[in-house]
């Protein structure tokens, strides 16, 4: 199921969502023009390396933790840019507008660095960058899932477009994500390529955090 938009009324523009979109596909463009070496050289700092974490090697020196946040704003392909800013699209704009702009930032990057800091605890032993806003963008579907549940989302279930409300979609979602992340830890062996700790750690951190944020309550047109 594909999500193509939601019915939740937006009162303000989201100016914070437009530019961490615009911050990420702008670092996706710069990272494809530049000479391959130093994209690895940004990956390689800007990424979250659990390794450099959790051992000592001296080609990846300490930090202080900035990958935590700075690997939200990096992305692999063109696929995985798109499916982030789509879903960041569809559902952060409400957010933003129930949070107010300042909030909503660092109920972002909040939600992001437990996202991250969850998978490297999970992932200790990887030597390469774990990167993406999914980890960010899962608290924002959690802060969604409870400010809006009964609201409808629709989606594209070929060949049909079909409304289900927002606790029925994201609930499958997360359902989806946990089973991932579990299926990763009991078959040692799998092939992961997709940081699935990190969604469930954004949803998690969304979860307990975004009722700290709100500064406005929901309009109820008649």
């Not at 990420?24 to 390794?51: E, K, R, S, W």
């Not at 974490?53 to 392909?77: C, E, K, M, R």
């Not at 774990?130 to 400010?147: D, E, K, N």
């Amino acid at each position: 199921m594909i999500p193509i938009r939601d019915t939740a009324p937006c009162y303000s523009k989201p100016f914070v969502t437009w530019s961490i979109m615009a911050v990420c596909i702008t670092i996706f463009i710069v990272m494809n023009v530049i000479p391959d070496q130093q994209a690895v050289d940004i990956l390689n700092h800007y990424g979250m390396i659990p390794l450099r974490y959790t051992s000592q090697i001296p080609d990846l020196p300490f930090d202080g933790y900035l990958s935590f946040v700075s690997n939200l704003f990096l992305h692999a392909t063109w696929i995985h840019l798109l499916f982030n800013m789509w879903f960041l699209w569809i559902f952060a704009d409400n957010v933003e507008d129930r949070m107010g702009r300042i909030p909503f930032l660092i109920f972002y990057l909040s939600c992001g660095a437990f996202a991250t800091a969850l998978q490297c605890y999970f992932d200790q032993t990887l030597a390469i960058p774990v990167i993406g806003a999914s980890g960010a963008i899962a608290g924002v579907l959690a802060a969604y899932f409870f400010l809006y549940p009964y609201e409808r989302v629709i989606v594209f279930f070929p060949p049909l477009l079909i409304p289900v409300p927002a606790i029925t979609f994201l609930g499958l979602w997360v359902l989806l994500q946990l089973y991932k992340a579990t299926t990763a830890i009991v078959f040692t062996n799998t092939h992961v390529d997709v940081a699935w700790w990190a969604h469930v750690g954004g949803f998690i951190a969304g979860s307990v955090l975004y009722r700290f944020f709100i500064t406005k309550k929901k309009l109820d047109l008649v």
